[in-house]
């Protein structure tokens, strides 16, 4: 019984998760949680480092509930930081 428990926490975390990528190397997260909390309430942010200096920061963005973390996909997949 516990362990279906701890399945189904796992499922629902993996879609409360976005992979975010492409953003400047200098956002913090501070940028992120501006830009993402427009849509919705942040459990997490666990930004990935990279080693490289010629690519963009990576992270995961972690949403309370999966609708939230599909409307902020739905909203900023695409946007443009440059033009914000």
Same mark, same amino acid.
């Given at each position: 019984?516990? &362990?279906? +428990?701890?399945?189904?926490?796992?499922?629902?975390?993996?879609?409360?998760?976005?992979?975010?990528?492409?953003?400047? %190397?200098? =956002?913090? +997260?501070?940028?992120? *949680?501006? &830009?993402?909390?427009?849509?919705?309430?942040?459990?997490?942010?666990?930004?990935? %480092? @990279?080693?490289? $200096?010629? $690519? @963009?920061?990576?992270?995961?963005?972690?949403?309370?509930?999966?609708?939230? %973390? %599909?409307?902020? *996909? @739905? =909203? &900023?997949?695409?946007?443009?930081? +440059? @033009?914000?």
């Amino acid at each position: 019984m516990i &362990l279906r +428990e701890q399945q189904r926490f796992k499922n629902s975390k993996k879609k409360c998760n976005l992979f975010v990528k492409n953003f400047p %190397a200098n =956002y913090k +997260e501070e940028d992120l *949680r501006n &830009l993402f909390s427009k849509h919705g309430e942040i459990e997490s942010i666990k930004i990935i %480092a @990279s080693h490289d $200096t010629q $690519t @963009s920061t990576r992270a995961f963005v972690c949403f309370k509930q999966p609708d939230m %973390a %599909a409307l902020a *996909r @739905s =909203y &900023l997949h695409g946007f443009n930081l +440059e @033009s914000k």
